[in-house]
């Protein structure tokens, strides 16, 4: 399953060629590029990189080594296209390595369902009927570690999908070991030019800002989108830093406004406690009042690291000062699950076995309503 899968963000031909990666990993290799239960797996692919099959078969031709890291590079928008892939594959020269075969996979864990949340699913929706109203609207998110902050913005997006008319989901998220500039805002940029990829040309040409030159510049995963480089509507030579930054500021501002005319728009930025301070200076002027973007823009973070982290540091007191107090927001705080629903989730993850009641009992008691723990602790 690629990363974005997991992330619940749209899948892609990118997919695929993750998938691929992977077999090729396996078959250089002999082992998957992550190890451990179903959720660790998950958690390493959204937070590192495997480790380069050179690095353990020597033998692998560099070229070769270095194509399958890139197909399974953590950003769809980041990994090689079809023709890509065939032109390095063309280029390789070396003679193929001894292939190691690989051990048989182990069955999959038993799939859990999603539990309780009834009051949090409903206000998201409560946020969801502001947007659909054609108002702006910041939800917070947060929460302990592992509470289910994701899980939850997750299983509100499920539904989301299945509206009409189809909302535009920009789904993303900062990650802890990454030092790009505008971390929050670099994945959802991902998303956004797979979208805009999808798009007629025609319909994307009238989504492009006066300044989008200026916004590739911020980001560059931009240039694939058709047109875009094409696109004669800007003078590029600004030499002052900090006007080229407004003009970018100012170019994605006018892409979302206009974007969000055609449809709804949901952005959600995970893990915000990682995100930097340039990324704050972005999200304050993305959604100042007046005219801002009719956004609903869901934000998630680790309650705990509220005053450690430069970009929350920034941007959680900006909330109550004008103009940011203008903004229609939402407070929504991630807690422990009910015994209940601990209990339920124990139990499909321990399966059928005689005894299962007993433990999931404990489990659930145990873990105090932390479903991460829930989930550790039936593995
Ligand atoms: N309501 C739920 N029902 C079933 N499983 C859940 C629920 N909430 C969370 N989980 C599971 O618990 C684990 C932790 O949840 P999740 O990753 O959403 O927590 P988080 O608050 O986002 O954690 P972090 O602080 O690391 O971002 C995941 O395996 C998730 O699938
Ligand atoms: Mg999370």
Redesign the pocket.
């Known amino acids: 399953m690629a990363p974005e899968q997991a992330a619940e963000s749209p899948l892609t031909e990118a997919s695929d060629w993750y998938s691929v990666g992977v077999m090729l990993y396996e078959s250089l290799t002999g082992a998957l590029p992550f190890s451990g239960t179903a959720?660790e797996v998950l958690r390493h692919k959204q937070l590192e990189d495997p480790v380069p099959p050179r690095t353990l078969v020597p033998d692998v031709p560099e070229d070769l080594s270095a194509l399958c890291l890139d197909l399974l590079h953590r950003r769809p928008a980041r990994r090689p296209s079809g023709a890509e892939v065939l032109r390095r594959l063309r280029s390789l020269d070396a003679a193929p390595a001894d292939v190691v075969h690989p051990p048989p996979l182990p069955p999959p864990p038993s799939a859990?369902?999603?539990?309780?949340?009834a009051e949090e699913l409903a206000r998201l929706r409560e946020a969801y009927a502001v947007l659909r109203s054609g108002r702006a609207i910041t939800v917070s998110v947060h929460?302990?570690?592992?509470?289910?902050?994701?899980?939850?913005v997750?299983?509100f997006l499920d539904e989301l999908r299945r509206e009409s008319p189809a909302p535009v989901i920009l789904s993303g998220r900062c990650y802890e070991r990454e030092s790009v500039p505008y971390k929050a805002f670099d994945s959802v940029v991902d998303a956004l030019s797979q979208y805009l990829r999808r798009l007629p040309p025609s319909v994307v040409q009238g989504l492009l800002p006066h300044d989008v030159l200026a916004l590739v510049r911020l980001f560059p995963v931009l240039r694939q989108v058709q047109g875009v480089t094409r696109a004669r509507r800007t003078v590029l030579d600004i030499p002052d830093s900090q006007e080229r930054r407004r003009r970018a500021f100012a170019a994605l501002r006018e892409l979302l406004v206009r974007l969000a005319d055609r449809a709804p728009v949901v952005i959600v930025m995970?893990?915000l406690q990682w995100g930097d301070a340039d990324s704050s200076a972005l999200l304050e002027d993305l959604m100042k009042p007046p005219d801002s973007p009719a956004l609903l823009l869901i934000g998630?973070y680790?309650t705990e690291e509220a005053t450690t982290s430069p970009l929350l540091a920034l941007l959680l007191p900006l909330r109550e000062s004008p103009p940011a107090a203008a903004l229609e927001k939402m407070d929504l705080a991630?807690g422990e699950?009910a015994l209940d629903?601990a209990r339920a989730?124990a139990s499909a993850l321990l399966g059928r076995e005689p005894g299962t009641e007993a433990r999931a009992e404990a489990i659930a008691r145990e873990s105090q309503g932390n479903?991460?723990l829930?989930?550790a602790l039936s593995r």
């Open positions: 959720f859990a369902p999603f539990v309780g949340r929460g302990g570690s592992g509470m289910g902050k994701t899980a939850l997750r299983r995970d893990d998630c680790r991630v699950l629903d989730l479903p991460f829930v989930d």
